[in-house]
Protein backbone atom coordinates (compact mmCIF):
# COMPACT_ATOMS: atom_id res chain seq x y z
CA UNK A 1 0.00 0.00 0.00
CA UNK A 2 1.07 3.62 -0.60
CA UNK A 3 0.56 6.27 2.02
CA UNK A 4 -0.12 9.98 0.93
CA UNK A 5 3.34 10.79 0.91
CA UNK A 6 4.89 8.30 -1.42
CA UNK A 7 1.83 8.50 -3.59
CA UNK A 8 2.60 12.27 -4.19
CA UNK A 9 6.43 11.53 -4.43
CA UNK A 10 5.28 9.05 -7.37
CA UNK A 11 3.39 11.88 -8.80
CA UNK A 12 6.16 14.40 -8.47
CA UNK A 13 8.63 11.76 -9.92
CA UNK A 14 6.60 11.02 -13.08
CA UNK A 15 5.82 14.61 -13.80
CA UNK A 16 10.12 14.88 -14.28
CA UNK A 17 9.49 12.70 -16.94
CA UNK A 18 8.71 12.84 -21.04
CA UNK A 19 5.94 9.97 -20.19
CA UNK A 20 1.96 9.84 -20.90
CA UNK A 21 1.00 7.32 -19.07
CA UNK A 22 2.36 5.56 -15.79
CA UNK A 23 0.65 2.55 -14.94
CA UNK A 24 1.40 0.00 -11.64
CA UNK A 25 -0.01 -2.85 -10.38
CA UNK A 26 0.39 -5.51 -7.08
CA UNK A 27 -2.50 -7.40 -7.54
CA UNK A 28 -5.00 -5.69 -4.94
CA UNK A 29 -4.38 -2.09 -5.92
CA UNK A 30 -3.33 -0.35 -9.49
CA UNK A 31 -2.49 3.02 -10.12
CA UNK A 32 -2.57 4.82 -13.37
CA UNK A 33 -1.23 8.49 -13.62
CA UNK A 34 -1.81 10.19 -17.21
CA UNK A 35 -0.30 13.49 -18.56
CA UNK A 36 -0.10 15.61 -21.70
CA UNK A 37 -3.11 14.61 -23.13
CA UNK A 38 -4.51 16.23 -26.31
CA UNK A 39 -6.64 19.19 -26.18
CA UNK A 40 -8.87 17.27 -28.21
CA UNK A 41 -9.15 14.87 -25.96
CA UNK A 42 -9.66 16.64 -22.70
CA UNK A 43 -13.31 16.82 -21.56
CA UNK A 44 -13.39 17.74 -17.83
CA UNK A 45 -11.67 19.42 -14.88
CA UNK A 46 -9.15 16.68 -14.13
CA UNK A 47 -8.20 17.62 -10.22
CA UNK A 48 -8.51 15.17 -8.40
CA UNK A 49 -7.61 15.11 -5.09
CA UNK A 50 -5.11 12.63 -3.55
CA UNK A 51 -7.75 11.75 -0.55
CA UNK A 52 -9.45 10.64 -4.35
CA UNK A 53 -5.79 8.74 -5.94
CA UNK A 54 -6.90 6.19 -8.05
CA UNK A 55 -7.16 2.77 -5.88
CA UNK A 56 -8.31 -0.70 -6.54
CA UNK A 57 -7.90 -2.12 -2.72
CA UNK A 58 -10.40 -1.42 -0.42
CA UNK A 59 -8.08 -1.80 2.42
CA UNK A 60 -6.46 0.74 2.32
CA UNK A 61 -7.44 3.75 4.88
CA UNK A 62 -8.17 6.98 3.39
CA UNK A 63 -8.47 6.41 -0.07
CA UNK A 64 -11.47 6.57 -1.75
CA UNK A 65 -12.02 4.52 -4.53
CA UNK A 66 -13.09 5.91 -8.19
CA UNK A 67 -12.33 4.06 -11.51
CA UNK A 68 -10.50 5.43 -14.40
CA UNK A 69 -13.11 5.83 -16.27
CA UNK A 70 -14.23 8.66 -14.28
CA UNK A 71 -11.32 10.54 -14.90
CA UNK A 72 -10.29 9.79 -18.54
CA UNK A 73 -13.43 9.12 -20.25
CA UNK A 74 -13.37 7.79 -23.61
CA UNK A 75 -12.78 10.28 -26.62
CA UNK A 76 -15.77 12.04 -27.60
CA UNK A 77 -14.66 10.97 -31.38
CA UNK A 78 -13.79 7.31 -31.01
CA UNK A 79 -12.72 7.75 -34.78
CA UNK A 80 -9.81 8.96 -34.19
CA UNK A 81 -6.85 6.68 -34.72
CA UNK A 82 -3.50 7.83 -33.39
CA UNK A 83 -0.07 7.23 -34.80
CA UNK A 84 2.21 6.11 -32.43
CA UNK A 85 5.87 6.63 -32.09
CA UNK A 86 7.49 3.49 -33.18
CA UNK A 87 10.78 3.88 -31.07
CA UNK A 88 12.35 6.70 -28.77
CA UNK A 89 13.48 9.55 -30.51
CA UNK A 90 13.41 12.97 -31.16
CA UNK A 91 10.58 14.47 -33.50
CA UNK A 92 11.05 16.13 -36.30
CA UNK A 93 8.14 17.29 -38.48
CA UNK A 94 10.28 18.43 -41.66
CA UNK A 95 13.37 16.43 -43.36
CA UNK A 96 15.17 19.87 -43.46
CA UNK A 97 14.88 22.71 -41.97
CA UNK A 98 13.23 25.82 -43.43
CA UNK A 99 11.36 23.07 -45.45
CA UNK A 100 7.93 22.48 -45.31
CA UNK A 101 6.64 20.00 -43.01
CA UNK A 102 5.53 16.41 -44.27
CA UNK A 103 2.07 16.62 -43.33
CA UNK A 104 -0.39 19.34 -41.79
CA UNK A 105 -3.96 19.10 -40.27
CA UNK A 106 -6.48 18.56 -42.81
CA UNK A 107 -4.48 16.94 -44.82
CA UNK A 108 -5.55 13.41 -46.51
CA UNK A 109 -2.62 10.78 -46.27
CA UNK A 110 -2.25 7.07 -47.38
CA UNK A 111 -0.64 4.28 -45.79
CA UNK A 112 2.67 4.95 -47.55
CA UNK A 113 1.84 8.58 -46.33
CA UNK A 114 5.17 10.22 -44.69
CA UNK A 115 4.12 11.60 -41.63
CA UNK A 116 7.55 12.75 -39.85
CA UNK A 117 11.27 11.73 -39.06
CA UNK A 118 12.20 10.39 -35.97
CA UNK A 119 16.13 10.61 -35.05
CA UNK A 120 18.10 8.19 -32.42
CA UNK A 121 21.45 8.94 -32.36
CA UNK A 122 22.09 10.02 -35.51
CA UNK A 123 20.07 7.58 -37.06
CA UNK A 124 16.64 8.75 -39.28
CA UNK A 125 13.66 6.96 -39.03
CA UNK A 126 10.40 8.03 -41.28
CA UNK A 127 7.02 7.18 -39.80
CA UNK A 128 4.40 6.68 -41.89
CA UNK A 129 0.39 6.58 -41.67
CA UNK A 130 -0.06 2.98 -42.14
CA UNK A 131 -3.64 3.72 -43.00
CA UNK A 132 -5.93 5.89 -45.46
CA UNK A 133 -7.20 9.28 -43.82
CA UNK A 134 -6.89 12.98 -42.91
CA UNK A 135 -4.83 13.93 -40.25
CA UNK A 136 -7.11 15.81 -37.53
CA UNK A 137 -4.04 16.43 -35.12
CA UNK A 138 -0.37 16.75 -34.29
CA UNK A 139 0.29 15.41 -31.40
CA UNK A 140 4.23 15.56 -30.67
CA UNK A 141 6.12 19.09 -31.01
CA UNK A 142 8.79 19.39 -33.42
CA UNK A 143 12.44 18.72 -31.69
CA UNK A 144 10.64 16.93 -28.70
CA UNK A 145 12.01 13.67 -27.00
CA UNK A 146 9.20 10.86 -28.11
CA UNK A 147 8.82 7.61 -26.13
CA UNK A 148 8.02 4.18 -27.82
CA UNK A 149 4.12 3.79 -28.47
CA UNK A 150 3.50 8.21 -27.10
CA UNK A 151 0.85 9.30 -29.91
CA UNK A 152 1.93 11.83 -32.38
CA UNK A 153 -0.95 12.28 -34.79
CA UNK A 154 -4.84 11.39 -34.75
CA UNK A 155 -6.01 10.28 -37.91
CA UNK A 156 -9.67 10.34 -38.95
CA UNK A 157 -9.48 7.02 -41.34
CA UNK A 158 -11.29 7.08 -44.33
Keep these: MFSKQELQELIETVSQYPIKTFKYSDGTTNIVIKKDRPAS ?21 GLHKISTSEIYP ?3 QPELIPVTAPMVGTFYTTAEQ ?9 DKVTAETVLCI ?7 TEVTARMSGEIVEIVAEEGQLVEYGQTLFLVKRD
Design 74 to 76: EPL
Design 41 to 61: MKQKNLDVPMSEAISDSEETP
Design 98 to 106: GKAPFVQVG
Design 118 to 124: LEAMKLF
